[in-house]
């Protein structure tokens, strides 16, 4: 079955660089667009980033267009995020997603769990201020 599996989160300082990784597995890696969205406290699904299947077009959040960057290593089937530059807004449930599609979208704000077919159970990452 299809399993994502996120790592990475942690409580670093204002500032500090934070990588996180989603280790895919049960599907063919390499033939879907993938994404990571996040939900802060209280808050909704936000999105974050996109990637297209082969890796070669990535779009971005204007919130964090800048500071994080996204990629993949399709020979892992690992998804990853770079977060450079954190600040306290970026506290957050961090998850990535499988999108149905092998091209990546540049998406508004919010985001419905439905525009992801798979799902993995979030790493917490945490701003000191």
């Known amino acids: 079955q299809v399993q994502l599996v996120e790592s990475g989160g942690g409580l670093v300082q204002p500032g500090e660089s934070l990588r996180l990784s989603c280790a895919a597995s049960g599907f063919h890696f390499s033939n879907y667009a993938m994404s990571w969205v996040r939900q802060a406290p209280g808050k909704g699904l936000e999105w974050v980033s996109e990637?297209?299947?082969?890796?070669?077009?990535?779009y971005y959040a204007d919130y964090v267009k800048g500071r994080f960057t996204i990629s993949r290593d399709n020979a892992k089937n690992t998804l990853n995020l770079q977060m450079d530059s954190r600040k306290p807004d970026d506290k957050a449930v961090y998850y990535c997603a499988k999108a149905p599609r092998p091209f990546a979208l540049q998406r508004g704000t919010v985001v419905d769990s439905s525009d992801y077919d798979y799902w993995g159970q979030g790493t917490q990452v945490t701003v000191s201020s």
């Open positions: 990637i297209n299947s082969g890796g070669g077009y990535t």
